[in-house]
């Protein structure tokens, strides 16, 4: 079975366009651009937001076959964009469902046509990245109006800065609540690349705020974010 990687770029507003014309150009299909907002100093020059400044978020699956060629037409076109212009990195994708191709593939069961769909194996995951530094993705769902606070904490535990993205929950009152959560219509999430050893510093600093008391205030959940690349005209 072939795997998925899920290609990640923080890139400047209205650079999205550029990056998915790019990865299409290297064999991609196309990809989903979302807009969001840098939360870092001006003198942070790394991670997720390189100041407090409008962002496109593009995200795009791409077998694991032409992962590699992908990612290098993004770094390479980028080589002339004012650096910092962005970060790129990939992440595991344990499964993959294509729209149109399911041909009732959940009552098929052992005899179902894998071809549309990726497991993770049970075996260990092999990194691409040989870089001695491990990075993850830190992820935070909090109600609108607590990203702030959250990214606050996570900076005075060590992370360098973040990507906030706006969003809305999808149930009305009466409805199940998800994951617990209260149904809250507007929605903050806040993504946080930061090195593995910083990693459960911060998520302790940030689920130990009073937004995340009440039981069902917000959620946060970690990948593990291969391929970390700061992209941009590199300093001579």
Do not use: H, W
Request: proline share 2%; glycine share 10%.
């Amino acid at each position: 079975m072939m795997s998925q990687k899920l290609i990640v770029c923080i890139v400047p507003r209205d650079s999205g366009g550029f990056i998915n014309n790019v990865a299409v150009s290297a064999g991609a299909l196309g990809g989903t651009i979302l807009m969001g907002r840098g939360t870092a100093s001006s003198n942070i020059l790394q991670l997720l937001g390189f100041g407090d400044s409008a962002k496109d978020i593009y995200l795009g699956v791409v077998s694991e076959s032409i992962a590699s060629k992908v990612k290098n037409a993004i770094i390479d076109a980028s080589k002339d964009k004012k650096s910092p212009f962005g970060v790129l990195f990939t992440v595991d994708v344990g499964q993959l469902l294509k729209a149109g191709s399911m041909n009732n593939i959940f009552e098929q069961g052992e005899n179902a046509d894998m071809s549309i769909i990726d497991k993770n194996d049970m075996e260990e995951t092999k990194l691409e990245n040989t870089d001695s530094e491990k990075y993850e993705m830190i992820n935070i769902i909090v109600n609108k109006g607590y990203a702030e606070d959250a990214m606050a904490a996570a900076r005075k535990a060590g992370a360098s800065g973040g990507t906030i993205i706006n969003a809305r929950g999808t149930a009305k009152e009466g409805d199940a609540k998800f994951f617990g959560m209260d149904i809250v219509p507007e929605k903050e999430m806040l993504l946080i690349v930061v090195p593995e050893s910083k990693k459960n510093d911060i998520v302790s600093a940030v689920s130990g705020l009073e937004c995340f008391s009440k039981a069902g205030s917000g959620i946060i959940f970690c990948n593990q974010a291969n391929d970390f690349t700061v992209m941009g005209k590199k300093k001579v």
